[in-house]
């Protein structure tokens, strides 16, 4: 195996999180494309297994409700195995939901919380120390462009993604020297069963603006093998990450608002 530092790293096992769908399904063929033997996490058994016997590399099927915390437990303990150990986790599982904030539904924002923010946390840390250990591994982290301004009518949502981010940033610079890469991707709008599930309907967005899922799992698996920090897939969404960086905040806001209006109608 490489350095941590090298590019075109090889990983012998990854564990993914949400593999059952969109962006998680296509880090997963990416991988079983390169004989990487995967572990293959989410709560839908039939999609987990169907993409298992399709799929020319070994694999695992370990299904769990991330919010719920003994089956979150036994992903995380997965991850802490030493007779099989795991050196690539995708923390990838995660979802949104569209409303005004004190209208929606207490125990549907608790699951986002548990599942965007908590079970990353866990698996992190579980991933994080049985890598220290070897001197080596890496943690792919699913966020967002989301967490990087307010998304109004999707603030739970936004606070879990700009949790991932930084987060992420932080465990790069802690665990990088340790032997572990971590690496954040923030995907914007990507043609996956996102939308579907959270309600919304980017109805104002312009075509040029989706990405697929697989243009998201390449642009993040190799920002993973040069060891960078953060990946923005696509010209325009960088553009996007770029405004929400360097313009005043008070006309980040105004922007934002105006986006959940158009997109939100
Ligand atoms: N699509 C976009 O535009 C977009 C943009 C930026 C970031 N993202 C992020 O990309 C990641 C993947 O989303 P996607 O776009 O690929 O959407 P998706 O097709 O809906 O996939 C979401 C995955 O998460 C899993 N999941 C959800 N809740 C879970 C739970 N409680 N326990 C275990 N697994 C759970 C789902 O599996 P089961 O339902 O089978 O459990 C599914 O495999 C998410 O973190 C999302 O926030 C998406």
Redesign the pocket.
């Known amino acids: 195996m490489k350095s941590a530092s090298g590019p075109q790293r090889q990983w012998r096992r990854a564990l993914i ?9 296509a880090i997963a063929r990416r991988l079983a494309a390169e004989h990487v033997d995967l572990v293959l ?4 058994r039939d ?1 987990l297994e169907a993409l298992s016997s399709e799929l020319g590399t070994a694999c695992e099927v370990l299904v ?4 719920q915390p003994e089956q979150l437990e036994t992903v995380a303990d997965r991850l802490r195995s030493t007779t099989s150990p795991v050196d690539l986790l995708v923390n ?5 939901a569209v409303g005004d904030f004190l209208e929606t539904e207490a125990s549907s924002e608790t ?1 986002m919380l548990d ?2 923010v908590g079970a990353v946390h866990l698996l992190s840390r579980a991933a994080g120390s049985a890598m220290v250990q070897r001197g080596s591994g890496a943690i792919l982290n ?5 967490g990087f301004a307010p998304t109004p009518r999707s603030a739970t949502y936004g606070a879990t ?1 700009a949790f991932v981010t930084s987060l992420s940033e932080s465990l790069h610079i802690e665990l990088g020297p340790q032997g572990v890469v971590v690496t954040c991707v923030c ?4 043609e ?4 579907q ?1 959270a309600g919304y309907r980017p109805d104002g967005v312009p075509a040029r603006t989706w990405q697929t ?1 697989d243009e998201v799992a390449q642009a993040a698996l190799e920002g993973l093998a040069a060891g960078k920090a953060v990946v923005v897939p696509g010209r325009q969404n960088k553009a996007a990450v770029a405004a929400a960086r360097l313009a005043p905040p008070r006309l980040v806001r105004r922007a934002a608002n105006r986006l959940a209006t158009l997109n939100n109608k």
């Open positions: 999180t949400g593999a059952s769908s969109g962006i998680g399904e996490v989410a709560r839908r999609r769990a409700d991330l919010a990838n599982a995660g979802f949104g699951g599942v965007n699913v966020s967002s462009i989301a993604k995907p914007g709008l990507t996956t069963e996102f939308h599930r899922a």
